[in-house]
């Protein structure tokens, strides 16, 4: 298989990452006294951070970059580590599919309360949660479905 070094989640992460940098030095020069303090720009970064973090997990996945412990599956059989982790993946995605109906379900429920400072709906915010747990669980029914291979030793 052809595996780009790069997808759009991470890509999205990376851009999340570079906002969230920029605005940190944009609050350490108004903290210093270059200019007028912006309210704004904290919860700005709090946001753009769940956002980057819920978006990355999709990401992370894709490049194996979770934590599994592997020292007892390293002492059975390819075949039986093979579908041991394929069933943690399945149970994984509908757990993640789980976490997306709560994450709409939050998103409905903040539809009409607005941030402070950002005078958006804070469903922007609980938004990042069900599009996060989606393209996660993607991710994982992918693998589990043998359309997206792992580089980990010993995994499938």
Do not use: C
Request: proline share 4%; charged share 15%.
């Amino acid at each position: 298989m052809n595996h780009s070094p790069y997808s759009p989640e991470g890509t999205a992460s990376a851009i999340f990452l570079i906002a969230l940098t920029l605005l940190i030095f944009l609050q350490i020069a108004s903290r210093l006294g270059l200019f007028p303090g912006l309210v704004w720009t904290e919860e700005l970064v709090r946001w753009l951070w769940v956002w980057m973090a819920l978006i990355g997990v999709s990401e992370a996945e894709r490049t194996n970059q979770h934590i599994r412990m592997e020292m007892i599956p390293e002492l059975w059989s390819r075949a039986v580590r093979k579908t041991v982790y394929r069933l943690i993946d399945a149970a994984t995605g509908v757990l993640a599919l789980y976490m997306a109906f709560l994450g709409v379900k939050g998103v409905i429920r903040t539809w009409h309360d607005e941030s402070v400072t950002l005078f958006l709906s804070d469903a922007v915010l609980y938004a990042a949660l069900p599009l996060g747990a989606v393209l996660w669980a993607g991710r994982l029914f992918l693998r589990v479905s043998g359309k997206q291979q792992t580089n980990m030793a010993g995994a499938p």
